[in-house]
């Protein structure tokens, strides 16, 4: 019985996470990126200006800033 029942459960806790995970990459295709400061420490482009690097959470996506 218990066997059966965490069956279930974890039937349902995948179908909960791709339901999750689609949901996330409409988001990015819409252009919802969940952006986060890189770990990469920020850097100085050609012109001397502080460029920091952002990664998408869900589609690890890159994009530049200038700060
Ligand atoms: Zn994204």
């Known amino acids: ?3 059966i029942i965490d069956f279930k459960s974890a039937a349902k806790n995948i179908q909960r996470k ?3 995970d689609s949901k996330k ?3 990015c295709l819409e252009g919802h990126h969940k952006w986060q ?3 990469k420490k920020p850097f100085e482009n050609k012109q001397g ?3 920091t690097v952002y990664i998408c959470k869900n ?3 890159e994009k530049t800033v200038l700060s």
Do not use: F
């Open 1 to 3: 019985m218990a066997d």
């Open 49 to 51: 200006r502080l460029v």
């Open 37 to 39: 400061a890189s770990k």
């Open 25 to 27: 990459s409409i988001l």
């Open 18 to 20: 791709r339901a999750e």
């Open 59 to 61: 589609c690890q996506r």
